[in-house]
């Protein structure tokens, strides 16, 4: 499977940004799927994941402002980002998972299968 993240860019605190990742491969519909991110000098942390059947995990600090959806018809997951914030500044990665989850700690530390290569979100004050 290969990842293409997309939608990165520059914009002001408060404004609203799509991010999309599509796959290659024909069991996209099964496969677990996640954004990640990570800042200058920080760790990579957890940002949202959608598995199979719809349902969503969301990292607290971007809970009520980003929504992670998927289209299984076009192979693709989104982030739609809202109400950004300069600490959202970040290169934002999508990957996937073979294996499902069903808790928020597993959404979070599982190991993914596939990652795609990152895109630049930057959010200024």
């Known amino acids: 499977v290969q990842l293409q993240a997309s939608g990165g860019g520059l914009v002001q605190a408060g404004g609203s940004l799509r991010l999309s990742c599509a796959a290659s491969?024909?069991?996209?519909?099964?496969?677990?799927m996640a954004w990640f991110r990570q800042a200058p000098g920080k760790e990579r942390e957890f940002v949202a994941a959608?598995?199979?059947?719809?349902?969503?995990f969301y990292a607290d600090s971007v809970k009520g402002r980003f929504t992670i959806s998927r289209a299984n018809a076009k192979n693709s997951v989104y982030l739609q980002m809202n109400s950004l914030k300069p600490e959202d500044t970040a290169v934002y990665y999508c990957?996937?998972?073979?294996?499902?989850?069903?808790?928020?700690?597993?959404?979070?530390?599982?190991?993914?299968?596939?990652w795609g290569q990152g895109t630049l979100v930057t959010v200024s004050s």
């Open positions: 959608i598995v199979w059947s719809g349902r969503t």
């Open positions: 990957a996937a998972r073979e294996v499902g989850f069903i808790t928020i700690t597993q959404a979070m530390t599982s190991p993914y299968d596939y």
């Open positions: 491969g024909r069991t996209f519909s099964r496969y677990s």
